[in-house]
């Protein structure tokens, strides 16, 4: 798993745990992504390297969250939703996380991994989560490609340890094609799901997805984000800001991991 980043925090009810940052070796095996395929699920990361210590944060809920970084449709991607900043949004609220990076995007790529070398990849995340902070309570998700990857993964074979599903921006179709096909594999998931969803999203018509979601009963809950695009933009004319958005949208995400942990 190249490029990883796992970040731990520190809590009073559970051992005390000092943030580290792991990244693995920059090299990726040569076919890699056929053996990943091939096992399918049973991938395991590069060697960690470079474990540097780094301030300890407070945390009552962590969660392993594998974030998508890029934009499958072409659409920018929102400089306050970046990685980073999500990560240390989370952190204040108490929720660590676990950030990789997806093969094709570690080459460098703009061509989505095929699904199963994506759904390996998530699987390998989840086990280095699972192998630093497997007594807490997990939880994986992500965004857009990086949601639907972990939520197909999901639906396959349970992830280890993960008690529910987060998605920033779930790309239930492509952008002018509406169609729920996408969300077909839903019903195979039988642990909780969040939906962080901006009504602008043009990945994910409301008409289609209200009903996706109300079909998933109570397993499932849509967070709708007023005036928010995919990346969780909004217009000015709105009278919010995307700061406002994110700290919206990452509240609710910190309320619904509190619920369910």
Known sequence: LPSTLVEKSSTSQLQ???????NSADSFP???????ARRDGSAT?????????????????PVGLPYEDSEVSGESQSVGFGKTALAEGLAERGIATLRYQFPYMEKGGKRPDPPAVAQATVRAAVAEMTRHCGELPLFAGGKSFGGRMTSQAQAKAPLESVRGLVFLGFPLHPAGKPSSERAAHLAEVKIPMLFLQGTRDALAELELLEPVVKGLG???K????QEADHSFHVLKRSGRDDREVMAEVLDA?????????
Do not use: C, D, M
Request: aromatic content about 10%; hydrophobic content about 35%; charged content about 20%.
């Open 16 to 22: 005390r745990y000092q943030q580290h940052s792991w």
């Open 218 to 220: 109570s397993r499932a």
């Open 45 to 61: 990361p590069s060697t960690a390297q470079n474990s540097p210590q780094a301030t300890s944060r407070s945390t009552g809920f």
């Open 253 to 261: 995400f910190a309320a619904w991991v509190a619920k369910h942990s």
């Open 222 to 225: 849509l967070h709708l984000a």
């Open 30 to 36: 040569e076919e890699a992504e056929e053996e990943l």
